[in-house]
């Protein structure tokens, strides 16, 4: 009866300490974080570079990025990869937002970089479920990418509303009637 208590007590301890070792093993947040710049930006200089189209691509469902270079062959259009890396369980891609506040869910986001390193505006939330640790925000020309503590969207910041094109379009309707 004792050994039994005393082998609970053990397995407990033991299982205590693997998991706290465990958490010390995972980088921390911001660290993965700056490697997902590092990443968008080699996209954006293997664009300019290589004068070809470069695709950034999040896979939530797997929760890695890649990095693929578009090769034009006689057979037609031919994907390479250039960068595979997979991010650990305490950080994920909630969300892509473009600059007119249109949330990407999909499983598979792909930021085309083209071939002169022109992409588009977009902000990339990292976290949680729920809890946004990280912003990158992409910006469309020069390659600029920052990243900023919590949730940010640059829409908001623009004040853009969704039913200002219906707006404007009902405008150009009466005007040309």
């Known amino acids: 009866m004792e050994m039994v208590v005393v ?3 053990l397995g407990v301890l033991i299982t205590m300490t693997a998991v706290s070792i465990s958490n010390f093993i995972k980088p921390p947040p911001k660290e993965i974080t700056d490697n ?6 080699y996209a954006y200089q ?4 290589n004068n070809q ?3 950034f691509v999040l896979n939530r469902a797997d929760n890695k990025y890649l990095v693929v270079k578009i ?3 006689d057979e037609g ?3 390479k990869k250039m960068l595979e890396s997979s991010l650990p369980s305490n950080l994920s891609i909630v969300d892509v937002m473009d600059l007119r506040g249109i949330k990407y869910e999909s499983e598979k986001i792909e930021i085309p970089f083209n071939r002169d390193g022109i992409s588009e505006n977009y902000d990339i939330h990292l976290g949680r479920e729920g809890n946004i640790i990280y912003t990158i925000m992409i910006y469309k020309f020069n390659g600029r990418i920052e990243i900023v503590p ?4 640059r829409a908001e910041e623009l004040n853009y509303d969704k039913n ?3 707006k404007k379009q009902e405008e150009l309707e009466i005007l040309f009637e």
């Open 7 to 9: 082998m609970m007590i």
């Open 36 to 41: 997902i710049k590092a990443a968008l930006f």
């Open 46 to 49: 293997t664009a300019i570079l």
């Open 53 to 55: 189209t470069v695709m």
């Open 71 to 73: 090769d034009r062959t």
């Open 77 to 79: 259009l031919e994907e």
């Open 150 to 153: 919590g949730e940010k969207s």
């Open 164 to 166: 200002d094109e219906k």
